[in-house]
């Protein structure tokens, strides 16, 4: 018999607002800090035998997070796997590892998808970026310029770039080798076109080349390894820092010549680069304290079907609680932890998830502390 699945998520309350007189720039990077606020929520979540696909969706829908799975990807495989109390961000690099998956934050959307994509997609997204450097003012701006996307189901997604650089003046040059396909309805958020055209393309290890006055777009297959080259001219002091720069970026080539130093590597090994080079230490991996105590907590949860009982004890064990069922008043008034419940809450407190849980099986319950007794309802 297949198991159920149920997701519980722990989330701090945040209270993010935006100004509607912010600049264009401003709005960006509030909506940047807010995504990272969001990753950096503490979760509880427990899955067992359910589809990564329908997983992903029930994260992106209570949390707010765009996620792009890569087409290559199988929505439709099982996971079964616990988490309690981590930031978001590193539940998804945890799910993404143990299915040898890997992830990469695109602005304020994440993508999910085979561990060498996720690896290349900064580097692919700079790359293209770097090649607007001669564009015209108008033309850079139109593939800069951020918008939102969203498309129906059964889209092509042939014809979802061509429409796209069409609509930002820029022509499509062997749109053929975007092999025939049919996608989900979509919608994501703001984003240039280099990045959404960057993004459309990787899932078919495709990307775009940019031409010197950044009127057309060639697609090519991804020439590999992708990396980036930095000329750097260092100063005395900085020379020294070269047994640093190996330890931080391990997989980066250096050479150096007289003061110039030349680095090939990825895009974020260029940036942990640059960093220590103007004397600031890269920034570790983002990862959210814990959450004050006075803090409350929000749940979300989604069942369908399942036994009262096996829920209750699920969450209990999840969260450190001792539960204790009244089966005297449970069998005087004919309930049963067999009985079937579903509910679809988002972001509530404890007591409300707990009343969510128990009502449609005519259950009540009494909590002191981390000690709750389940009694029938009268």
């Known amino acids: 018999m297949r198991q159920h699945a149920f997701v519980l998520i722990a989330l701090v309350a945040h ?62 495989q099982r ?8 930031p978001l961000n590193v539940v998804f690099q945890q799910l993404a590892e143990k299915h040898s998956l890997g992830m990469s934050v695109l602005e304020n959307l994440l993508y999910i998808g085979p561990v060498q994509s996720a690896h290349e997609l900064a580097t692919l997204r700079k790359r293209a970026q770097d090649s607007l450097v001669n564009a015209s003012p108008a033309i850079k701006r139109q593939w800069q310029q951020k918008e939102t996307a969203t498309w129906p189901r059964l889209s092509q997604p042939r014809e979802l770039l061509t429409d796209m650089l069409e609509h930002a003046g820029v022509t499509l040059l062997n749109s053929e080798a975007i092999p025939h396909d049919l996608w989900a309805s979509k919608q994501l958020p703001s984003l240039s076109q280099v990045d959404k055209t960057v993004l459309l393309l990787i899932g078919f290890d495709l990307t775009c080349q940019i031409s010197q006055g950044a009127k057309s777009c060639q697609i090519v ?34 050479e150096i010549k007289g003061r110039t130093l030349n680095v090939t590597s990825r895009w974020e090994d260029q940036q942990k680069v640059q960093q220590a080079l103007s004397g600031r230490r890269p920034k570790a991996p983002r990862v ?39 089966h005297k008043s449970l069998d005087k008034d004919n309930r049963s932890q067999q009985t ?11 007591d409300e998830l707990l009343s969510g849980i128990l009502t449609p099986a005519g259950l009540r319950f009494q909590r002191i502390g981390d000690k709750i007794k389940i009694i029938s309802a009268p």
């Open 15 to 76: 209270s993010l607002c935006f100004s509607t007189g912010l600049a264009a720039q401003d709005r960006a990077q509030k909506a940047a800090q807010q995504f990272q606020q969001r990753l950096g929520r503490h979760i509880t979540v427990a899955w067992q035998d359910q589809q990564l696909g329908e997983i992903l969706a029930r994260l992106s829908e209570t949390q707010k997070i765009t996620i792009w799975l890569d087409r290559r990807v199988d929505p439709l």
């Open 340 to 350: 079937l419940v579903s509910c679809d809450l988002k972001n509530v407190p404890f």
């Open 288 to 326: 959210a304290s814990t959450p004050s105590s006075k803090t409350e907590k929000l749940f979300s949860l989604r069942l369908k079907n399942q036994a009262v009982g096996g829920v209750i004890n699920q969450l209990a064990h999840q969260l450190k609680l001792q539960v204790e069922w009244d």
């Open 221 to 254: 297959p991804i020439e590999r390894p992708v990396f980036i080259k930095r000329v750097y001219r260092l100063s005395n002091k900085q020379k020294r820092l070269l047994p640093e720069l190996q330890l931080i970026a391990p997989k980066a080539l250096f």
């Open 79 to 86: 996971v079964k796997a616990s988490f309690t109390d981590l």
